[in-house]
T-cell receptor, first 115, second 115 residues
Framework: KAGVTQTPRYLIKTRGQQVTLSCSPI?????VSWYQQTPGQGLQFLFE???????NKGNFPGRFSGRQFSNSRSEMNVSTLELGDSALYLC??????????????FGPGTRLTVL | GNSVTQMEGPVTLSEEAFLTINCTYT??????LFWYVQYPGEGLQLLLK?????DKGSNKGFEATYRKETTSFHLEKGSVQVSDSAVYFC??????????????FGTGTQLKVEL
């Protein structure tokens, strides 16, 4: 099975712009989660989608949003970019996201740099 | 709240040395526990997991045992190789009120293995 794929791998934007990142989960996986990784804050949970619905959200401002399509592919959007949004954005998929035992498998990430 | 504490790095070892990376957690309820590994420029790869007390997860020579009494999940390997050089993350998974689950990560421990 192909793993989780994320596009693009690298992005450079300027402050105030917006950006959309894409994630394709492992075939058959219905839950997609997004995480932000920075040197200062480490790995932080952004949100999780299942069956095209956002089930859970972390403590991020409303500038961070996402959606999931009927084929389970997901996108996340960051509007009005700030310098502090520079990070590695990781997408993870799991079969159902039900139960704490459900394992999340990660993609390679999208490296976003905000200038 | 839920949290994971792991030993600070970097940890520098000689090839064939014994490895221990300490991890302790705080959680409400009964989480699953995971170790993920991140190589430079890549996403997170699942290394091993344990879903209940006294379970031992193992993979590629790495082992960790879920110790409920000490709330720990220490990672061990009997003989490390240069190729094991990476950053290792301990994480716990809990069910969220929305029905999904999310990972809470430790800060990561960088391991360098030298010849």
């Amino acid at each position: 099975k192909a793993g989780v794929t994320q596009t693009p791998r690298y992005l450079i934007k300027t402050r105030g712009q917006q950006v959309t990142l894409s994630c394709s989960p492992i075939s058959g996986h219905r839950s997609v989660s997004w995480y932000q990784q920075t040197p200062g804050q480490g790995l932080q949970f952004l949100f999780e989608y299942f069956s095209e619905t956002q089930r859970n959200k972390g403590n991020f401002p409303g500038r961070f949003s996402g959606r999931q399509f009927s084929n389970s592919r997901s996108e996340m959007n960051v509007s009005t970019l700030e310098l502090g949004d520079s990070a590695l954005y990781l997408c993870a998929s799991s079969p159902s996201g039900r139960g704490h035992q459900d394992t999340q498998y990660f993609g390679p990430g999208t490296r976003l740099t905000v200038l | 709240g839920n949290s994971v504490t792991q030993m600070e790095g970097p940890v520098t070892l000689s090839e064939e040395a014994f490895l221990t990376i300490n991890c302790t957690y705080t959680a409400t309820g009964y989480p699953s526990l995971f170790w993920y590994v991140q190589y430079p420029g890549e996403g997170l790869q699942l290394l091993l997991k344990a879903t209940k007390a006294d379970d031992k997860g193992s993979n590629k020579g790495f082992e960790a045992t879920y110790r409920k009494e000490t709330t720990s999940f220490h990672l061990e390997k009997g003989s490390v190789q240069v190729s094991d050089s990476a950053v290792y993350f301990c994480a716990l998974s809990v069910i969220l009120t929305g029905g999904g689950n999310k990972l809470t990560f430790g800060t990561g421990t960088q391991l360098k293995v030298e010849l």
